[in-house]
């Protein structure tokens, strides 16, 4: 009976473990979706990460509705940002302010995807 509710409460430990807590089911909006955008945001990356307002994790694609809509910018562009953020993954995740998946991943640009850490 005791090894019934070890395993009892082994596979809910585990259960716990696996899931995933999201902060924001982002859609990127690119182009003409960009005008309706709820913020824009730029990835800083390197020695420019210590101007980051918040780090997040991209725990990666989901197919959540999503409650935020965010158009990601750069170079001259990212003058008009309201955020900066860094992008953390593997040990340094666990430093991460927010955790976000992305709800339309698959029409987003490579060089897009590799800065979200998605490939």
Do not use: Y
Not at 13 to 22: A, H, P
Not at 45 to 69: F, L, Q, R, Y
């Amino acid at each position: 009976m005791h090894n019934f509710f070890l395993i009892l409460f082994l596979s809910f430990f585990s259960l716990k473990l696996n899931s995933q807590t999201i902060d924001f089911a982002v859609k990127v909006a690119q182009g003409i979706s960009a005008i309706t955008s709820d913020a824009k945001i730029e990835i800083v990356e390197g020695i420019s990460a210590i101007t980051a307002d918040e780090k997040w994790e991209v725990v990666g694609a989901c197919s959540n509705i999503p409650n935020i809509s965010i158009e990601f910018v750069e170079g001259i562009s990212a003058i008009t940002a309201d955020f900066k953020i860094e992008i953390v993954s593997g040990l340094s995740a666990i430093t991460a302010d927010r955790k976000i998946c992305i709800t339309n991943a698959n029409e987003i640009d490579i060089n897009l995807l590799e800065k979200l850490k998605l490939i």
